[in-house]
């Protein structure tokens, strides 16, 4: 298959010039479910990038009899934070004007939805599938109302446009795959939501985190927010129903890094991903036999973080994936306190059993910072 690319003018510069996006859609004969992928959100969180382009090469070892549906990808998905830099460093994590966190901008339907009780009870009586139409109609009658705005001659600040070309690829899609890196040391895993654990395992990956406490800001959270709302709202009619619509957050590698261990578990769960899901037929090319694994299933909110109790340089910290009792040494602070006496070294040990999850990339760390975390 060759994919149809697209250029999208995404923001013109004060010098002049501009930035893009381009997006690399392929489409199967069969009709069938959309999946978009997008990488690179966070500036310095790169290995997305190397995940969607070999995708991109795989798929076009295939013919589009063995794909149903199709399939969006885009890599560098923000190219201004992308290339936001503080001397070897990227920063690309907030906007440089605004201090916004960059995925955490996004637009929910479900917060200006006043009478979602009752569209699901005016659509009781209908198939999930009439359900799925209808609601999507109404969801982007009040996304373009964002386009308004953004024609107006007041217009908005850039983040709001940038979010409407983003949210605008993918409001229609069935499964939706954002790649993201660690801005630290961390364990591979999925972020999830509730009722798609079954789905999570397809990844193959060893942990996964169900998203308990959210906002709806997050790309991820105001793609599915909507849909997890209505599902709720016919629960409370008394009609359970599940829509076959799902939203991921991969969180691979570490950023700045295109670590090539993490880059083949994403590019593994994923074609998984896609076979089990009907996207691809997997009778027709070489594939992984795995279906699903078990993973470790936590909460996030189950996720126990370390701060600094003081200021100096860690030494002696237990390795990523660390299996720990409670008492356990998880790692010393060498304090110079300059208050004229020896620098001292201060232990630190674990509260409660578990897994080190997640460790600091920095081992230099004022009074109150993130060390580690446990799980």
């Not at 690319?5 to 392929?26: C, E, M, N």
């Not at 193959?204 to 709720?232: H, N, Q, R, T």
Request: aromatic share 12%; net charge negative; glycine share 6%.
């Amino acid at each position: 298959m060759i994919p149809d690319i697209s250029t999208i003018p995404l923001l013109q510069l004060a010098s002049g010039d501009r930035l893009s996006l381009q997006v690399y859609k392929f489409a199967g004969i069969q009709p069938g479910k959309k999946v978009y992928l997008q990488a690179n959100l966070h500036g310095a969180e790169i290995v997305g990038n190397a995940v969607i382009h070999q995708l991109i090469e795989f798929l076009m070892t295939l013919d589009a009899s063995q794909l149903a549906g199709e399939i969006w990808l885009l890599p560098v998905c923000n190219p201004l934070g992308t290339n936001q830099r503080g001397h070897n460093f990227s920063t690309g994590r907030f906007n440089s004007y605004d201090g916004k966190d960059w995925n955490r901008i996004f637009w929910d339907y479900e917060k200006e939805c006043e009478d979602l009780d009752a569209f699901a009870q005016s659509q009781l009586n209908f198939d999930t599938a009439t359900i799925r139409q209808n609601y999507l109609k109404r969801i982007k009658e009040s996304f373009e109302k964002l386009l308004e705005k953004i024609q107006s001659p007041a217009s908005v600040p850039y983040h709001e446009r940038y979010r409407y070309q983003l949210q605008s690829l993918c409001i229609d899609a069935d499964y939706l795959i954002d790649l993201h890196s660690s801005t630290n040391q961390c364990v591979d895993f999925v972020y999830y939501f509730r009722h798609r654990e079954e789905s999570a395992k397809y990844f193959l990956l060893d942990c996964g985190m169900i998203l308990d406490k959210y906002d709806g800001d997050a790309f991820d959270e105001a793609f599915i927010k909507p849909w997890l709302a209505l599902e709720e709202s016919f629960s409370k009619s008394g009609r359970e129903i599940q829509f076959d619509i799902e939203a991921w957050t991969l969180e691979l590698g570490s950023g700045m890094q295109m670590n090539s261990e993490s880059v083949e578990k994403g590019i593994r769960g994923i074609k998984n991903y896609l076979i089990q899901k009907g996207i691809l037929y997997a009778g027709t090319f070489s594939h992984d036999k795995n279906i699903a694994r078990e993973m470790i299933l936590k909460q996030r909110s189950e996720v126990k973080k370390y701060f600094a109790s003081a200021g100096g340089m860690i030494q002696n910290r237990v390795a990523l994936e660390t299996a720990v009792k409670a008492g356990d040494l998880l790692y010393q602070i060498l304090s110079f306190n300059k208050v004229g006496e020896l620098p001292a070294v201060l232990d630190v040990c674990a509260e409660d059993a578990g897994s080190v999850f997640e460790l600091s990339i920095n081992e230099s760390v004022n009074e109150g910072e993130f060390v580690l975390s446990m799980m």
